[in-house]
């Protein structure tokens, strides 16, 4: 069956960094447009940046300039490199793989906490 595993999240200081990675097995990653989420308390899950099959990427603004995201399909993995974080990046981030609206699958999230 389809897995996504995300792995990288911890507690930070803020100005610091972290990666966080997806792991994907049990479909081709290459057709998937790989996007990362995250959902802070309180609050509705929200895009952070996408990758599509071709390599474009696109970033929602609050994240921009600091975040990338990227894939190596010879591995199965997305990934998203943090920097400059801020307390208001702390939220649980989910990785979610998208052929098409029928088919979507999402990763069980891991928690970034950024610390004053």
């Known amino acids: 069956q389809v897995q996504l595993v995300e792995s990288g999240g911890g507690l930070v200081q803020a100005g610091g960094s972290l990666r966080l990675s997806c792991k994907v097995s049990?479909?081709?990653?290459?057709?998937?447009?790989m996007s990362w989420y995250r959902q802070a308390p309180g609050k509705q899950r929200e895009l952070v940046a996408e990758?599509?099959?071709?390599?474009?990427?696109n970033y929602a603004d609050p994240v921009k300039g600091r975040f990338t995201i990227s894939r190596d399909n010879a591995k199965n993995t997305v990934y998203l490199e943090m920097n400059s974080l801020k307390p208001e990046d702390t939220a649980v981030y989910y990785c979610?793989?998208?052929?098409?609206?029928?088919?979507?699958?999402w990763g069980q999230g891991t928690q970034v906490t950024v610390s004053s």
């Open positions: 979610k793989a998208l052929y098409s609206p029928q088919r979507s699958y």
């Open positions: 049990g479909m081709i990653f290459s057709l998937y447009t």
């Open positions: 990758i599509t099959v071709s390599g474009a990427t």
